[in-house]
């Protein structure tokens, strides 16, 4: 061993380990590490003194041989990392590839820029040594570029895209066979000297493209992103829309018998009235609720409720709106009609009704547009003439 061996040893074993235990680093910032590190930590060690021993091996140094054993400790480290989830820029291989290809480019500069071939280049264990370890430090640079771009990494991952980079898979899988057959090539015909000019261009290539994929999958994250934004957006609009359709329809609505509402009817009103449209109001009162509930339950009466309201729907026009207003008050809203028409046609509905299968009574009063200008004055004259019909019709029935 040369007496700049142990300086040589120290620069791998610290550029290596940097390398990777800056990886492992970045791994536990994605949020992607479940194992201990403990554990990793050791495996780690391992692999480095593996590296170490092939590296500066006495015997002949094999490129494929030391190529293939950093491809073994690094699928090594990433079964035993356990990763929850990867990214496409994170994956083992992508690594192997990146620090492969920079090497067999340095190795193939020093080889032309010495005039050496690289049997005399590989043969060198500073020109091995130095060659490794800044493709070691190339790696490191990379994922300290990398730590930039975190958020879109995350993006990445939340979003479910990996599936989506399954082309990229098959290129870098594609890349190692090629990679591994460069390096039978240098250990097959290491003094041959286009080999280092076909290395360096091939490889200069190969990094190229693998970068082009890269950028391409970081545009396709921001876009990708975007898209998921505006997805998040219009999905929470609809369900704004949804939680607000169905607040009016609650507002709008007895939840009981499906009229309107008080809220609706004095609107509707008021409505009209801006308008200065003709229309009558009918007020009524259903008859007989109070003994039902007395004498059969309020689930009864909620059923003599829906019953007047059915028929009633059975009877008016599609423009016509019947409001609850009460326990047993509705209102009627008729466009068109004067009070003379509303109380014809109350005549008419209330023998139809009260004829019915389902005898249902009810007393009502009428009053229209012309002689009122406010929602309040309308329904209380309206009222009035409820009652005064409702003491008519029981002063008629007592005296019967």
Same mark, same amino acid.
């Given at each position: ?99 492969? @290809?920079?090497?067999?480019?340095? %190795?193939? %500069? ?45 993006? %990445? ?37 286009? %080999? ?43 369900? @704004? ?158 005296? @019967?």
């Amino acid at each position: 061993m040369s007496d700049t061996a142990p300086t040589l040893i120290l620069l791998f074993v610290v550029c290596n380990l940097a390398e990777n235990l800056y990886h492992l680093y970045f791994l536990s910032r994605m949020d992607t590490l479940t194992t201990r590190p403990l554990s990793l930590i050791l495996i780690q060690f391992l692999s480095v003194a593996a590296q170490t021993f092939l590296l500066f091996s006495p015997h002949y140094f094999s490129l494929s041989l030391f190529y293939g054993l950093i491809f073994v400790c690094q699928f090594a480290q990433s079964m035993v990392c356990r990763l929850s989830r990867t990214t496409p820029f994170e994956t083992f291989i992508v690594r192997f590839v990146q620090m492969v @290809a920079v090497h067999l480019c340095l %190795i193939s %500069i020093f080889a032309l820029h010495s005039d050496r071939s690289l049997d005399e280049i590989l043969s060198m264990q500073t020109s091995r040594v130095f060659s490794i370890c800044i493709a070691l430090g190339f790696g490191l640079l990379v994922k300290l570029l990398n730590r930039l771009f975190l958020p879109q990494y995350r993006s %990445i991952l939340d979003h479910g895209q990996i599936k989506d980079f399954r082309f990229f898979k098959h290129f870098t899988i594609l890349s190692v066979i090629y990679l591994f057959a460069q390096s039978i090539l240098c250990d097959l015909d290491p003094t041959h000297l286009l %080999i280092p000019a076909f290395l360096l261009g091939s490889n200069l290539l190969l990094i190229f493209l693998l970068v082009g994929y890269l950028v391409n999958i970081y545009y396709i994250s921001l876009t990708s992103d975007a898209e998921h934004s505006n997805s998040e957006l219009s999905r929470s609009l609809a369900q @704004a829309d949804s939680r607000l359709r169905i607040l009016r329809h609650s507002t709008y609505h007895d939840e009981l018998t499906g009229a309107f509402s008080r809220v609706y009817a004095f609107q509707y009103i008021g409505t009209l009235l801006e308008r200065h449209t003709l229309f009558a109001v009918v007020y009524f009162d259903l008859d007989r609720l109070k003994h039902i509930n007395d004498t059969h339950g309020h689930q009864q009466g909620d059923h003599y409720l829906c019953s007047f309201v059915d028929q009633m729907h059975h009877h008016i026009r599609p423009s016509d709106a019947l409001a609850r207003i009460g326990g047993d008050e509705f209102v009627l809203i008729l466009p068109g009609c004067d009070r003379v028409m509303a109380d014809q046609r109350m005549e008419e509905i209330g023998r139809e009704i009260e004829q019915g299968e389902e005898a249902l009574l009810f007393s009502f009063g009428t009053s229209d547009s012309t002689e009122a200008r406010d929602v309040h004055t309308l329904l209380e004259c309206a009222d009035q003439r409820m009652y005064t019909r409702k003491k008519e019709r029981k002063g008629r029935s007592d005296h @019967a």
